[in-house]
């Protein structure tokens, strides 16, 4: 049997021992390692996951790290999702509507051609069942998805020639992939992937007639605007919402607090990126509309963006009667739409089209 | 001289008396009061410090604690600016706008007539240099300020008769307080400000003839369509963003960490009260059009936009030349405006635009 005072001593020290153990256990120090699909100082898309480590790095004291590795790391810029569901990375930073050949129903929560503007779409999101139709789609890989930053509306693309008709649209070569892709085909467009990088020279030779890139926050530096005479206004990408993902398990593993600090960051970090956008379009406008004023700004005419819409809506007809969940969500979408474009209506575009005059 | 089994205790325990003193420091708590110049369970604007509160707390895992009394506690609905300066209180939700009568200048950061949208707005605040105006504002009182949630456009208002000309502004009794009055007065109206709780029985009785409040997110509740024929888009509040001010002695005092908490904490909350508000905004307008088809939905006509635009204007140019500060935040205002409207006319207005037909 232990003395008194040995036991004393030993509790003591026991108390000590523990005392010591808890600032360690506080200030545990969690990393996780992003893969994002950018190359490496891709400007505004690559800045919102670095302004979202840096605020979960600063309003956890430390305690949470995010390194993150751009393409040019990691070579797979179209396998983060992969990647992040096997644990390979805890989290990723790309956009949802990557992965539709693999999971239809992604497709739906980056943005839809004649879809909502960006404050309609957050607010879908948010308070319009969006964010629990993504849960449902992405649960199942044992992922969770976040909005991971806004481009604003994209813009029609840049064109060596002018779109008068739907006569123009037959056998036009452009860059434009995915869904809107399909949309342009169905009209007799060819629609091609370029990779990034072969763009410049591909519109310039005219191996192809025209290209959409994502606006002026980065079209401007890819100098579209010094060989192609017409920008058109948008239609395919009204509110391009990038995408934060992250492992379940590495997100069950963080201590309630660190969870917290995640998701805020990457609200504000997807809000910021929106805003940020909407700064480098208009500042970039600027620049390309005083430097190169004969490129000219038009819009498609009406007949062809009803063609447009009517093509749109026959593919999605199509992709409902495939896939319920794709149904479900487009009803979601349809429904939310129509009452906050309402609200659109008499608020901002009234306002705009009124103080134009 | 100590005995080196005694200093061996002693530094033992002096380490385990540190070891003990460090997860108290790490868990202290700091406790922040604000005031927000709405009542009790104000929908939508009482919403955003809340949101901001819980975050923040969350966050910090419980060492930052924000307790948050209404003008039914305070009494002081317009005297947050005072309390907070003085230090009563640390924090306080409010506008910027309401101080005018003691600080000029604090005019310009809630929203102008014929000024910025949301997303126009908040790339000034962010990108354009709007928060460094304001802090020059603000901090010559001891005060930090950030932007504190955003309505959306307001509406123009509800309105017994409906305004076909200029005539029709002559003499009209609307309650419209603030700037907007201003320029409304210019014209011939005469403006009043009549408590929130007695607006129904004025505008029932014809006390007035209009009255602006928001927009349908927080008129449905009000009751106006129940008695008024027409309602009025919008043209003095294009995008209303609330206030959260801190005092900067409580400021000072959090630790880094805490002071980025509290930071993302606003931040995030602004938006998402500016989403908040969409959707809101969004739903009451359908319940609105809904029970009450005869509600008339209408615009100002062309000419007396144009008045108003022109004794807006003026009004500005006065102001600006009694303050220089008042100068430059309005020369920075207008600059940007030019560059970013340019942006949102080819973007989000072509976008709304074209897809109407």
């Known amino acids: ?168 649209l037959k056998g036009l070569k452009m860059r434009i992939p995915g869904f809107a892709g399909e949309v342009l085909a169905k009209l007799g467009a060819s629609p091609t992937n370029i990779p990034a990088g072969e763009l410049y020279t591909a519109l310039e030779r005219r191996t192809i007639d025209a290209l959409e890139w994502v606006g002026p926050s980065l079209d401007l530096r890819m100098g579209f605007h010094k060989i192609a005479p017409y920008y058109y206004t948008g239609w395919h990408e009204p509110a391009t919402e990038l995408q934060f993902m992250i492992n379940k398990r590495a997100w069950d593993r963080l201590p309630a607090d660190l969870q ?34 004969n490129v000219k700004i038009r819009s498609f005419p009406e007949d062809v963006m009803a063609a447009l819409r009517t093509a749109n809506d026959e593919l999605l007809t199509e992709k409902a009667k495939e896939d319920p969940l794709a149904k479900e969500i487009l009803e979601s979408q349809a429904n939310y739409l129509k009452t906050v474009r309402r609200w659109t209506d008499i608020s901002d575009k009234a306002y705009l089209n009124s103080i134009a005059q």
Chains 1, 2 share one sequence.
Not at 269 to 281: C, K, V
Request: glycine share 8%; proline share 5%; aromatic share 12%.
């Open 260 to 293: 917290e600090i995640l998701r805020v960051a990457m609200r504000t970090a997807a809000y910021d990126m929106y805003i940020h956008s909407y700064h480098e379009s208009a500042k970039n406008l600027e620049i390309i509309e005083k430097d190169y004023p």
């Open 1 to 168: 049997m232990m003395s008194l005072s040995k036991l004393t001593r030993w509790a003591a020290a026991a108390a000590c021992a523990l005392a010591i153990a808890a600032p360690a256990q506080a200030e545990k120090v969690y990393r996780l390692k992003m893969a994002e699909t950018w190359p490496t100082n891709f400007p505004v898309f690559g800045d919102a996951p670095r302004n979202m480590a840096a605020m979960a790095e600063k309003m956890s004291n430390g305690r949470l790290k995010i390194t993150i590795d751009s393409k040019n790391k990691h070579k797979a810029p179209l396998g983060v999702f992969d990647m992040v569901r096997a644990g390979q990375y805890d989290m990723g930073h790309s956009a949802s509507y990557y992965w539709k050949g693999k999971v239809p129903a992604t497709l739906y929560f980056t943005t839809m051609p004649f879809g909502m503007t960006a404050p309609e779409q957050y607010a879908w999101f948010y308070h319009g069942g969006g964010m629990e139709l993504m849960e449902k789609v992405y649960s199942k890989y044992n992922l969770l998805s976040f909005p991971g930053g806004n481009t604003g509306n994209q813009m029609g693309g840049w064109f060596q020639k002018e779109i008068t008709s739907l006569e123009d």
